[in-house]
């Protein structure tokens, strides 16, 4: 059987964390990731064989051109401090498989174990009744109990009972089953934008990120790129408060004599 996880470099830093990303709502967690990613300078340092765990079905045209049909990256990167004290270890996967997600899961684990990773992070969506003006918090869950007071000191919310679906969620799961700690940040989202990317939530996560894996990383790009989404939000709220106005009144002069 070909060899599905290549790794080609790895991390020399003491102590590493992972920071694992799929697709999921308003791309919470791949802006987040790959914000991150290209703001330490992440080197790459391999790759999942992805047509083991996906299917094409479909091709791009360009220019009437048929390409080569493209699968998904599942691609490792790391950076490490300057003292070469600790690290950080990105897997970035571009979709989540149809099936043999748990398999994918499993691979990223096991380069997660085989470099030592002393936690792993996710994030997600938190689909709520926000305004998209409004500041996104954070929610949180975690492996173990033990980590619940270090959220808490970030000013994570704890929700109690909540369900995180996709690869995100399920890589905490199976962290816990291999006895590995974790910690799910979830951005809330609103939920009239689930279709949206979502950069305010991917913001509110680096914030509390940052200060747990105890780095500097300058969010002021992102901070910006959240305004613009807003107006775009803004923008599609009132025409979307136009169509339903138009669909679901009725001008009073256009009633009949027996509804007055």
Not at 9 to 25: L, N, R, T
Not at 101 to 112: F, K, N, T
Not at 165 to 189: D, I, T, W
Request: charged letters at 30%.
């Amino acid at each position: 059987m070909r060899r599905i996880v290549k790794l080609r470099k790895q991390p020399e830093a003491k102590s590493c964390v992972m920071f694992a990303s799929w697709p999921g709502i308003g791309n919470v967690s791949l802006i987040a990731v790959r914000y991150l990613r290209e703001k330490l300078n992440a080197v790459e340092m391999g790759e999942i064989d992805s047509p083991y765990f996906f299917e094409p079905t479909g091709v791009v045209v360009r220019d009437n051109i048929v390409e080569e049909p493209r699968f998904p990256e599942n691609n490792f990167y790391y950076w490490q401090d300057a003292q070469g004290e600790n690290g950080l270890v990105f897997f970035l996967g571009e979709e989540q498989p149809n099936s043999r997600g748990h398999e994918l899961v499993s691979c990223v684990l096991d380069v997660a174990q085989k470099l030592k990773v002393t936690r792993i992070y996710s994030c997600a969506a938190a689909v709520t009744h926000i305004h998209h003006r409004e500041k996104s918090r954070v929610w949180g869950a975690a492996t173990g109990s033990e980590l619940l007071g270090e959220l808490e000191e970030e000013g994570v919310i704890l929700k109690g009972n909540l369900r995180i679906a996709g690869l995100n969620g399920l890589v905490l799961g199976m962290a816990r089953e291999r006895g590995m700690e974790g910690v799910c940040l979830l951005g809330e989202v609103p939920s009239y934008a689930v279709q949206i990317e979502n950069p305010k939530a991917s913001l509110a996560v680096l914030e509390v990120l940052v200060r747990m894996i105890g780095i500097e990383v300058d969010l002021t790009e992102l901070a910006s790129l959240v305004e613009k989404t807003s107006e775009e939000e803004d923008r599609i709220t009132k025409q979307a408060t136009a169509e339903y106005i138009d669909q679901f009144t009725e001008p009073i002069w256009e009633r009949d004599e027996e509804e007055e």
